[in-house]
């Protein structure tokens, strides 16, 4: 079946400008994930959504970002007033179960975000 | 604190050749750990995934070793071929769900 995918592949906006990222996880899978990747650094975890449970907002770096997982389903990752230091690669994964177990995470193939 | 060190920044071998990729991390309690390959514009794809008691773990020409005691894990590739290409990412996760993730290796093969 498809992948996880990920729209808009590259983005790119004026700061103060807001944006939107769309995640659509691969289907069935009940755990979904977003990580910010700067340029020649690690994967930076934000949120992770598992089940119906309230999701784990304590990556999230300030509160001009914010995501909602919808149905369970496809997540949009929502960054207002962007700052150039927002500019990365924002990565999506879901998996099968939660990370608390061996749940394997599948990733996206992000969406580069460069603010001006 | 918690950390994932990986050594070198970035490598350049010959095609056929084979490398080793470190990864050293304090992480603690330790759950397991992972390698990833991440293509450049692609998201990481998962190579193994390691727990405590697993000192070595294949995939094909990729072995990763880890050694719980040091804190110290390598993946090896064994004749190393041009889609080689990429970064390799170490990633461990703790006890209570999170994962640290390494900067990861790039690794550069030329024909």
């Known amino acids: 079946g498809a992948g996880v995918s990920q729209s808009p592949s590259n983005k790119v906006t004026e700061k103060g400008k807001d944006v939107e990222l769309r995640c659509d996880p691969i289907?069935?899978?009940?755990?979904l994930y977003w990580y910010r990747q700067s340029l020649g650094q690690g994967l930076e975890f934000l949120i992770y959504?598992?089940?119906?449970?309230?999701?784990?907002k304590s990556g999230l770096p300030s509160d001009r970002f914010s995501a909602e997982r919808t149905g369970g389903s496809v997540s949009t990752l929502t960054i207002q007033r962007t700052q150039q230091e927002d500019s990365a690669v924002y990565l999506c994964?879901?998996?099968?179960?939660?990370?608390?177990?061996?749940?394997?995470?599948?990733f996206g193939p992000g969406t580069r975000l460069t603010v001006t | 604190k918690n950390q994932v060190e990986q050594s070198p920044q970035s490598l350049i071998i010959l095609e056929g050749k084979n490398c080793t990729l470190q990864?050293?991390?304090?992480?603690?309690?330790?759950?397991?750990l992972r390698w990833y390959k991440q293509d450049t514009g692609r998201g990481p794809v998962s190579l193994t995934i390691m727990t405590f008691s697993e000192n070595t773990k294949s995939n094909g020409r990729y072995t990763a070793t880890l050694d719980a005691d040091t804190k110290q894990s390598s993946l090896h590739i064994t004749a190393s071929q041009l889609s080689d290409s990429a970064s390799y990412i170490c990633v461990v996760k703790e006890s209570n769900y999170q994962l640290i993730w390494g900067a990861g290796t790039k690794l550069i093969i030329k024909p």
């Open positions: 994964a879901s998996s099968l179960v939660g990370d608390r177990g061996r749940g394997e995470q599948y």
């Open positions: 289907s069935g899978h009940t755990a």
């Open positions: 959504f598992q089940g119906n449970s309230a999701p784990d």
């Open positions: 990864c050293n991390y304090t992480v603690s309690p330790f759950s397991n």
